[in-house]
């Protein structure tokens, strides 16, 4: 009767803990969330709707209101007589576009219902983080973590523009990490199956995706080499290759059918279209360095009207690294946390060193895909050193109060930045301005816009619900070239063209002169019909008819 009475004291006590832990997770979550919401959702539909924020969101808008569908290559599925995208560049599959589909189908095409989008991703990856932490370190790691993340710069201010960065990897990285995690403490296959799956999303998402794959990659073949993580198959690692490819479905299909990523990557494979060597290593790792000090102070929005940073990030995150070496050091009999600080760091290394290889150019968006490990790690450190006698006490508030300063200084950039938001509207190719050129062109029945540069025709086409399509026949060179002049010359020829134009100091590619000489060249008089300006009255747009 003893035993049985101590057993159900037992139960009762585990039980209640339980309740605790899910009281304190549920909270942790939610008071997270909260914040993220706060910061994300608020002034939602400014800056101005971007070009790359657009172009995954074309196809979802023709798809929802039943319009032909423009295919990127000409690559699509079809059903019926309906066509699906494959991909929406060579290296970005149509993820996102995908995801748009319902918020499309509930709350219409708009921007707001687009962003709404990319702020829910955000809450994914607050709530995947939460749990994989949880499930790796303990509660108290996953709740700083969390916490950081929800308020920092670079995440807030991108997952309101999510698709510009592809955001969405964020989702399948936790969420692959969370999934491996579960196989590896259960043994259950189903959880192996779902994180190669996500894998192959994430690569379908954006070909970067590749970095954290093979990182992750590196960091299991490390660990099994020292027997401290568990071992697949070859049935499951067959059957994994094949869940995985499910996920990879769209870049996979599209390069067995065009070739298209293959052959981007074979061309700029020394030399980058945007002129980054990948042969100088050297340099192109101290920017990479120089990318993760913007993204971890969230000093890269200078076009929502200002440049504003945490400059603490660095220095906390160099001291948060050292003093979890010092412990490991000094308590070398905790293995399993060597492990687990040892695989979020190394994640972190062999992202950034990859990524000194580049198809395109060397930007700190593309280190998006590491948060939160950064904070991670912080919260680890705090974890850790209260732990190390005597001096457990001192370094659990000294810790305390660095991830406060982190956190009071965050929120001060995100409020910060929304001031300089709601006063400026947004700046150049992320000015509200788009708005008003859409308006102006909506209002033009009879007229056929021609976008004469980079940014222009996708965001037009999501504001106006594709009744407005710009052609675009720029070319994507810098001097002009014989196939921008081909098409020029039959646009000419048509009395009710509209040449829309960026104002100088936002031009992409210049065509303006190479416009006007050839006009005149055909006795064509070129008149300046309208002016888009941004909030403050500088030129953004510049629309001209020739006749």
């Known amino acids: 009767m003893a035993i049985i009475a101590n057993m159900a004291q037992s139960f009762g006590v585990e039980e209640a803990m339980s309740r605790r832990g899910l009281v304190f997770d549920l909270a942790v979550i939610f008071a997270s969330v909260a914040l993220f919401c706060f910061l994300s ?73 687009l962003r709404l989008m990319t702020v829910t991703v955000g809450v994914l990856v607050i709530i995947l983080s939460y749990l994989f932490t949880k499930e790796l370190f303990n509660r108290g790691v996953a709740a700083i973590t969390v916490l950081l993340l929800a308020v920092h710069p670079s995440f807030v201010f991108w997952s309101r523009q999510g698709i510009y960065v592809t955001s969405v990897m964020g989702v399948m990285a936790m969420g692959s990490l969370l999934a491996l995690l579960k196989w590896h403490k259960s043994g259950k296959g189903i959880y192996f199956y779902i994180g190669c799956f996500l894998l192959g999303l994430g690569l379908s998402a954006k070909i970067l995706f590749l970095w954290f794959i093979i990182a992750l990659g590196v960091m299991y073949a490390l660990l099994r080499l020292l027997g401290n993580v568990r071992r697949f198959t070859l049935k499951q690692f067959a059957l994994g290759l094949l869940v995985f490819g499910a996920g990879a479905w769209m870049i996979l299909l599209y390069n067995i059918e065009k070739q298209g990523t293959i052959a981007v990557i074979s061309k700029n494979l020394v030399t980058s279209q945007y002129g980054v060597s990948n042969l100088d290593f050297l340099q192109n790792l ?30 906390v995150l160099l001291a ?150 710009p052609v675009e026949i720029f070319q994507y060179s810098q001097e002009p070239n014989s196939t921008f002049f081909d098409w020029l010359y039959g646009n000419l020829m048509n009395p009710n063209c509209l040449y829309i134009f960026h104002a100088e100091e936002s031009t992409v590619f210049p065509r303006y002169k190479a416009f006007e000489e050839f006009s005149h060249k055909f006795e064509k008089k070129v008149n300046l019909e309208q002016t888009i300006a941004q909030h403050d009255g500088k030129a953004v747009y510049l629309i001209y008819s020739s006749r």
């Open 41 to 113: 959702l608020y002034q939602l539909n400014l800056p101005g709707l971007y070009y790359d924020e657009a172009a995954d969101a074309v196809p979802a808008m023709q798809i929802t209101l039943g319009q032909e569908v423009e295919l990127f290559n000409q690559s699509g599925i079809w059903l019926g007589d309906r066509a699906f995208p494959v991909m929406v560049m060579d290296y970005v599959g149509a993820v996102n576009t995908y995801a748009l589909l319902p918020f499309f189908a509930l709350f219409g095409v708009d921007v707001l219902s």
């Open 286 to 315: 101290s920017a990479r360095l120089q990318n993760f000090r913007v993204l971890l102070e969230g000093g890269h929005f200078w076009y929502l009207g200002g440049l504003f940073s945490n400059r603490l990030y660095p220095y």
């Open 320 to 469: 948060a690294l050292a003093s979890v070496f010092v412990f490991l050091l000094v308590r070398r009999e905790v293995k399993s946390e060597r492990f687990k600080i040892g695989f979020i760091v190394g994640l972190i290394a062999l992202v950034l060193v990859q990524s000194c290889f580049t198809i395109s150019g060397l930007w700190p968006t593309h280190l998006l895909i590491l948060l939160p490990l950064p904070q991670m790690v912080i919260a680890v450190s705090v974890s850790l050193l209260r732990r190390l006698a005597p001096f457990g006490k001192a370094a659990l508030l000294l810790g305390a109060v660095a991830v406060t300063a982190l956190f009071i200084r965050d929120l001060q950039v995100d409020l910060q930045y929304h001031r300089a938001l709601r006063e400026t509207r947004g700046w150049s190719h992320h000015s509200d301005a788009i708005y008003r050129l859409a308006s102006f062109l909506d209002g033009q029945e009879e007229a056929e816009p021609i976008a004469m540069d980079w940014g222009i025709k996708t965001s037009v086409q999501i504001l106006t619900q594709g009744r407005v399509s």
